[in-house]
C-alpha cells in the first residue's frame, strides 16, 4: 500500500517534472498540457464571423488556354478563366461565397479551397466528399469562411499535373483592417519547369521527381510575371499576401532592406510579428507581411528573394516614387488569443510515419514512381490507407515522423495545426500552420485540431509525392 503510494507520488513528481521542464527557458503564456486543452476556443484562431447575409458568386471555368510567362512567349497551359494566376477572388468575412466551376478541360477535375474550415462536402477530395467533375459537367461549390485571411484554391484531381499545369486562384478574405492599407496585394508564387520552346515540360510526374524532392522548376513566376513590380509611394503602407502554389519547391525569403513584419501565416492572425527574413515557405503556405515605407524612401527599390538553395533569386520589386503619402497609422494586426500547448511527455494520441522513396523503387525498374505508390503514411500507400478516427472539434497530440531523406510539407484539409516540438524539442511559434514541414528524417509533434465531422484529406504537398502514396484521411467523428 505505501509502495503504492510512493510510486503514484513519484508519478506525479516526474510528471510535473517533464512539464517543467519543458517549458523553463521559454517565454511562454498561456501553457497548458494539451490533454487538458480538449477544445480550442473560436478566438484563439481569430475574430469570430458575424455572418453578413450576402452571397458571392463566381464562375470558374477551367480549360486550356495560353499564358505569357517569360519574355512575351506563349506557354500553352490549363487556367481558371483564362489567367495565371486564376481569379483573385475578394469577399468580406462573414459573406458566403458560391463558385460555380464549369470544366472545360480534357480530364476530371475539382476544386479544393486550401486552408478553409468548410462543411466536408465542400471540400473537393474526389471519392472521399465528391465524385469528380467530368469534362463538360458543373459543381457549385458554397460556404461561409470562418476565418478572415489569405487562402487559394486548386484541383484535387490529379493535382500534380493539374496544378503544374496552370489551375489555381487565390482567396482573401477581408476584415476591417484590410481597407485601411494603401495597398493589399497578392503574390502567387509559383515554379515552372518549362523546356527550350517554353512549354511546360512532359513528362509529369517525371520518375526521378516522384521518389526525389517532387517537381522543381526553372522559371519562378509571381503573379504569373518573372518581373512582378509593386509601384508604391514613400510613407505608403502596404499588405503583401504571398502564396506558394509551386508542386514542390520550398522558398527560403529574403524582404532585403525592406521594413517587412510578418503578420499571419496560413491566413491567420500570428500572436507575436516577427520578422520573415528567412521563414521557410512551402508548398501551400501563405505569408501576409505588413511593409511600411519610410517617408524618406522615395526613389528606391526593393527586392523580395528566394535563399533556398544558396543562389539568391528576385522574386518581386516594390519601386518607390511619386510625392510622399500619409502613413496609415493603425496597430499592426494580430492576434493575442494564440494559445501555447505544451509537448507532453507520454505518447502522443496519433502517429504518423512517412517513408518510400528511391528505397521503394528497387526491382521496379522504370515505371512511373505515381503508378506504383512510392511513398508511404504509416505503411500504406494511397488510395490504400488506414483512416485515424478522431473526435471532431478536439485538440490532438500528434507526431509525424519522417523516415525518408526529403522534406514534406504535411497539410491537413478542413483545420489547423500547430508545431510543439522538433525532434523532442520545444517549439512555440505562435502561430497555426495547415501546412508544416517535416524535414528529412525529422520528428515534428504538432497539436492538431481535428476538423468538423467528416471526412479530411491529410497529405504531402509535394503534389508528386501525394500523387504516389502520400495521403491518408482523417475521419472526424
Ligand atoms: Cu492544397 Cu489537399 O491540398
Ligand atoms: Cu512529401
Not at 469577399?91 to 462543411?119: K, M
Not at 476565418?147 to 489551375?167: C, K, N
Not at 513590380?229 to 532585403?256: C, D, K, W
Not at 505569408?287 to 526613389?299: E, F, H, I, K, S
Request: charge should be negative.
Amino acid at each position: 500500500m505505501k509502495q503504492a503510494l510512493l510510486i503514484v507520488t513519484l508519478g506525479v513528481a516526474v510528471a510535473g517534472m517533464v512539464y517543467l521542464v519543458s517549458i523553463s527557458g521559454n517565454v511562454l503564456h498561456d501553457l497548458r498540457p494539451i490533454s487538458e486543452l480538449g477544445q480550442l476556443t473560436e478566438t484563439a484562431l481569430g475574430e469570430q464571423v458575424q455572418p453578413t447575409g450576402k452571397v458571392v458568386e463566381y464562375e470558374i471555368v477551367a480549360k486550356p488556354g495560353v499564358a505569357s510567362l517569360v519574355d512575351g512567349r506563349q506557354t500553352r497551359v490549363w487556367s481558371y478563366n483564362n489567367a495565371v494566376p486564376g481569379p483573385e477572388i475578394r469577399i468580406a468575412h462573414g459573406d458566403t461565397l458560391r463558385v460555380v466551376l464549369r470544366n472545360e478541360l480534357p480530364v476530371d477535375t475539382t476544386i479544393h479551397f486550401h486552408g478553409i474550415r468548410l462543411p466536408n462536402h465542400m471540400d473537393g477530395v474526389p471519392g472521399a466528399t465528391q465524385k469528380p467533375v467530368r469534362p463538360g459537367e458543373s459543381f457549385v461549390y458554397e460556404f461561409t469562411p470562418p476565418d478572415a485571411g489569405t487562402y487559394w484554391f486548386h484541383p484535387h484531381v490529379r493535382s500534380s499535373e493539374e496544378v503544374e499545369r496552370g489551375l489555381y486562384g487565390t482567396l482573401v478574405v477581408e476584415d476591417a483592417v484590410s481597407e485601411e492599407y494603401s495597398h493589399d496585394v497578392v503574390w502567387v508564387v509559383d515554379d515552372w519547369r518549362l523546356d527550350a520552346d517554353a512549354q511546360v515540360a512532359e513528362p509529369m510526374d517525371h520518375p526521378h521527381d516522384v521518389v526525389h524532392a517532387g517537381r522543381w522548376g526553372n522559371v519562378i513566376t509571381v503573379n504569373g510575371s518573372t518581373r512582378e513590380t509593386l509601384q508604391a509611394r514613400p510613407g505608403e503602407r502596404i499588405r503583401v499576401r504571398l502564396v506558394n502554389t509551386s508542386n514542390a519547391r520550398i522558398y527560403r525569403l529574403n524582404f532585403g532592406d525592406l521594413p517587412a513584419r510578418a503578420i499571419a501565416v496560413d491566413g491567420l492572425y500570428v500572436r507575436e510579428l516577427f520578422n520573415p527574413n528567412g521563414f521557410e515557405f512551402a508548398p501551400g503556405n501563405r505569408l501576409d507581411v505588413d511593409v511600411t515605407l519610410a517617408q524618406d524612401a522615395g526613389g528606391q527599390t526593393f527586392t523580395v528573394s528566394d535563399d533556398f538553395t544558396g543562389t539568391r533569386t528576385v522574386l518581386a520589386t516594390i519601386a518607390v516614387t511619386g510625392s510622399i503619402a500619409e502613413t496609415p497609422e493603425f496597430p499592426l494586426p494580430h492576434n493575442a488569443a494564440v494559445p501555447s500547448f505544451a509537448a507532453p511527455g507520454r505518447k502522443p494520441a496519433v502517429e504518423f510515419v512517412f517513408d518510400g522513396g528511391m528505397g521503394s523503387m528497387m526491382g521496379r525498374g522504370m515505371m512511373s514512381g505515381a503508378e506504383v505508390g512510392v511513398w508511404r503514411i504509416n505503411g500504406k500507400s494511397s488510395p490504400a490507407h488506414d483512416a485515424v478516427s478522431l473526435p471532431a472539434g478536439s485538440v490532438v497530440h500528434a507526431r509525424m515522423k519522417n523516415l525518408s531523406p526529403f522534406d514534406h510539407p504535411m497539410h491537413l484539409h478542413g483545420h489547423f495545426m500547430k508545431v510543439i516540438a522538433r525532434n523532442g524539442a520545444v517549439q512555440e511559434t505562435g502561430y497555426f500552420q495547415d501546412t508544416i514541414v517535416v524535414h528529412a528524417n525529422e520528428v515534428v509533434d504538432v497539436a492538431l485540431v481535428v476538423p468538423e465531422v467528416g471526412s479530411w484529406a491529410f497529405h504531402c504537398h509535394v503534389l508528386e509525392h501525394a500523387e504516389a502514396g502520400m495521403m491518408t484521411f482523417i475521419e472526424a467523428q
